[in-house]
Nanobody, 114 residues
Framework: QVQLVESGGGLVQPGGSLRLSCAAS????????VGWYRQAPGKGRELVASISIGGVTRYTDSVKGRFTISRDNAKNTLYLQMNSLKPEDTAVYYC????????WGQGTQVTVSS
C-alpha cells in the first residue's frame, strides 16, 4: 500500500503563494496518474489538478492559470505550486492516485486569510 505524506501548507495572505509537496512511498507512484485534491470546511473533497504518467496536466476551472502541478518520478514526489491565492482556496490539500484508489494521507492545511 502506498503511503502519502503531504507538506508545505500554512497561513498566507490573499495574493500570496505556497508550494505543496507530496512524498509517496515505493515506486508505484511513477507508474500512475496522480493528482491533488482538497476539502474545504463543510464541503466534499474535490480534484484540483491531475498529471498523467507522461506529464499531461489538467486543472479544475477555479485554479487554472494560478496553480501548477508537477511531478518528480525519480523522487516519487508530487508538487503543487499555488500562486495568487484566494480565501476560497482555503482547504486541506491531499495527493492521491487519479482516480483515487490509495488510502488518504493526513493532508496539509492551507489557509488564505488577511
Amino acid at each position: 500500500q502506498v503511503q502519502l505524506v503531504e507538506s508545505g501548507g500554512g497561513l498566507v495572505q490573499p495574493g500570496g503563494s505556497l508550494r505543496l509537496s507530496c512524498a509517496a512511498s515505493g515506486t508505484i507512484f511513477r507508474i500512475n496518474d496522480v493528482g491533488w485534491y482538497r476539502q474545504a470546511p463543510g464541503k466534499g473533497r474535490e480534484l484540483v489538478a491531475s498529471i498523467s504518467i507522461g506529464g499531461v496536466t489538467r486543472y479544475t476551472d477555479s485554479v487554472k492559470g494560478r496553480f501548477t502541478i508537477s511531478r518528480d518520478n525519480a523522487k516519487n514526489t508530487l508538487y503543487l505550486q499555488m500562486n495568487s491565492l484566494k480565501p476560497e482556496d482555503t482547504a486541506v490539500y491531499y495527493c492521491n492516485r487519479y482516480p483515487q484508489t490509495w488510502d488518504w494521507g493526513q493532508g496539509t492545511q492551507v489557509t488564505v486569510s488577511s
